[in-house]
């Protein structure tokens, strides 16, 4: 059993390490880009930005792990999908937060996550215009630039700063932005930054005590879930009923962001928060449909 175990982590160490080579790299050579007249089109709406970069991106990063672990599943935002012979598989975000990408706000990031057996292992998130490399793993805990981090240790909501990002359908917007009247007045403010992975990689190292947001994707948040719960946190998962209510949702601690739905919710924080943030937003009235 040690030995199987030892095994386990060798491998979660790989991951990393493969995850957090090529998040870096290719976040510089996207750096590069900026400032540039960029390609774009639009995806659910005419503010779900895309450019050449991000496509440009995917292939770079999906390249260098097919190479290295060929028999791996990856699944990518902008449609990439490899075919897996084996029980691992890589979420990728090859520029999350593409609108600040096209205004050169530091908001974006290069998003690499891997689960192992269905489960979030591993993850890496590399913010180009600050230079933080983000990584982690059972094993190795969870870093920024090599120093280790943790969530932080607020445990009163009151004195909450808490992240969050916005639909890019407007008929969402204004129920979101209603939704934050029940939700300002109980913490200490919101912060709003355009990225859900550099969010969770903000809750990771203290940076806000804690993030939600309704609608994200399994690409989205796959390499934060790592980041968050090897930094100390808990990542868990709003659903509604099946009458779409969310007064008396399903509420579950989230293993895998493949559990995420369209219409989920996603909350990150410590332990000593979460519980207060989940019912915050339920008692807020969070109603999406």
């Not at 490899?82 to 890589?90: F, L, M, P």
């Not at 639909?167 to 209603?178: L, N, V, W």
């Not at 579950?252 to 915050?280: G, P, R």
Request: hydrophobic fraction near 35%; include cysteine.
């Amino acid at each position: 059993m040690k030995d199987f175990q030892l095994s386990k982590k060798s491998i979660e160490e790989d991951l990393r390490t493969l995850a957090s080579n090529i998040a870096k790299r290719t976040g510089k050579k996207v750096a590069k880009r900026l400032g540039e007249r960029h390609t774009l089109t639009s995806k659910s709406s005419t503010t779900d930005l895309v450019t050449e970069i991000d496509e440009w991106s995917e292939k770079q990063i999906t390249e260098y792990v097919t190479s290295r672990r060929p028999n791996d599943e990856i699944i990518c935002e902008e449609g990439t999908y490899i075919k897996g012979k084996n029980n691992i598989r890589w979420f990728i975000d090859p520029i999350d937060g593409t609108t600040n990408f096209v205004y050169s706000h530091p908001g974006f990031s290069i998003s690499v996550g891997v689960e192992i057996d269905k489960e979030t292992k591993v993850g890496a998130i590399y913010a180009p215009l600050l230079n933080e490399l983000f990584s982690a793993s059972s094993s190795h805990g969870t870093t920024c630039n090599g120093r280790e981090v943790e969530v932080s240790k607020t445990n009163e909501l009151s004195n909450a700063l808490i992240a969050t990002g916005f639909s890019y359908k407007s008929e969402f917007r204004g129920t979101q932005a209603k939704n934050l009247i029940g939700i300002l007045p109980k913490i200490r403010d919101i912060r709003r930054m355009g990225g859900a992975a550099f969010d969770l990689a903000s809750v990771a190292c203290g940076r806000v005590d804690a993030f939600f947001e309704h609608g994200l994707s399994p690409w989205d948040i796959s390499a934060g879930h790592a980041l968050v719960k090897n930094a100390g946190g808990i990542m868990m998962v709003i659903n509604p009923s099946k009458s779409g209510d969310y007064s008396q949702p399903e509420v579950n601690v989230l293993k895998s962001s493949s559990e995420i739905y369209e219409n989920s919710i996603t909350v990150a924080s410590s332990k000593h928060l979460i519980d207060q943030v989940v019912e915050l937003l339920i008692n807020s009235q969070i109603d999406y449909s």
